[in-house]
């Protein structure tokens, strides 16, 4: 599948049957799939929870302005953006480093490397924030489309409460939760309303 098709049969799936397991095979291919997805020097700051216990997807329902697919879908995830990732001491970052050194990268880069990911991400809260969001929406992103491409459909949910669902499944303080995303099949012969309107080339380029 090409990506034009691919990004043409991603649609946002409110229904899906809750009899049709998705295979835990899928899910990894899925996950792997994604990780191929860039991120600031190669910190990764992205985890999940995966939700296929039905007293987990129900509890995540009751925060998540009870929407079924929670529960109907047969896996949600809980997409995890690390506001530490690029903390010297992180294991990601140590084990960045580790790859970049065995890339040729000198060891008395060290220094560069860690003023660097300290003057563009701890300068301030909103920063740190801005970097964990923007990386984990790019492995988000490629989580849906890899879906796609395994045949799968999802839905991205950011109507739920934060804190809450931080609190429910034993989040620690430095992930943020971008979004929920349900994964699964779409309901047998669900007709999906046409896409919504996107905006054109006109309207996407500007200039100030």
Excluded at 70 to 75: C, G, H, L, Q, W
Excluded at 112 to 138: C, E, I, M, P, V
């Amino acid at each position: 599948m090409n990506f034009q098709k691919l990004s043409q049969n991603r649609r946002s799936v409110n229904f899906f049957d809750p009899d049709r397991d998705v295979s835990q095979d899928l899910v990894r291919q899925m996950v792997e799939m994604a990780a191929a997805s860039p991120s600031s020097f190669n910190l990764q700051p992205w985890n999940l929870i995966v939700l296929r216990d039905k007293d987990e997807k129900k509890r995540l329902k009751s925060l998540a302005w009870d929407q079924p697919k929670v529960v109907e879908a047969p896996v949600t995830m809980i997409v995890l953006a690390d506001q530490k990732g690029w903390q010297e001491g992180h294991p990601v970052f140590e084990r960045t480093w580790k790859e970049m050194m065995a890339s040729g990268m000198p060891a008395e880069q060290r220094d560069w490397f860690l003023n660097a990911t300290n003057s563009l991400y701890n300068w301030s809260g909103d920063a740190r924030l801005a970097f964990a969001a923007k990386n984990t929406g790019f492995f988000a992103m490629s989580l849906m489309y890899a879906a796609v491409s395994l045949g799968l459909d999802t839905h991205p949910m950011d109507g739920f409460d934060h804190e809450g669902v931080k609190k429910a499944f034993n989040i620690p303080d430095n992930y943020w939760v971008p979004l929920l995303l349900a994964v699964g099949y779409r309901t047998k012969d669900l007709e999906l309303t046409p896409p919504k309107w996107r905006k054109s080339y006109e309207d996407i380029v500007t200039k100030f």
